[in-house]
């Protein structure tokens, strides 16, 4: 992000603090707090990248390119089974570690972390990877990239995907 972007993000959060501190002292107003706190976060949030497109598309390459390495798996055949989402990764990601670097978000709402080989098992279009995948909502990989301070990626099953 160039200074001028991190100018105008500073300028922009102070703003919104500003507007809470407004609120808060005037008569009914003070609902506004929440909503301004809410702006705050989303302010500071990296945006979102989602790559589609279909089958062999080079979604994932074009992901690759971004980051200029090999983190989004290629194959010749279809390769990716699940929505991968590629993010910053900071001492506030609770539960990581090198040992298990994929945080796997399943559908029903919880996580567990897993090993680099559990998040191989999950790439194909065979049934045996399908069935893998059943349940789990999608894969959040964390990298620590200058890109990913300010993107977060998500590189998506093709469209026309079994």
Known sequence: MTTDSHSLLKRTDELLITASDFWSRI???????????CLRRKLLQ???LAVGGKVKAGKSSFINALLGKQLAKVGELETTATINMFRHISEATPGYSPERPV???????????????FMD??????????????????????ENDPLLRELTLVDTPGTDAV
């Open 46 to 48: 990296p945006c979102v």
């Open 121 to 142: 098992s999950l790439q194909g279009n065979d049934l045996e990877t399908l069935r893998r995948a059943e349940g789990i909502s999608h894969l959040e990989f964390y």
């Open 27 to 37: 008569p009914g107003c003070t609902r506004l707090i929440p909503e301004t706190d």
């Open 103 to 117: 945080k796997v978000v399943w559908e029903n709402g919880s996580s567990t972390w897993e090993t680099a080989n």
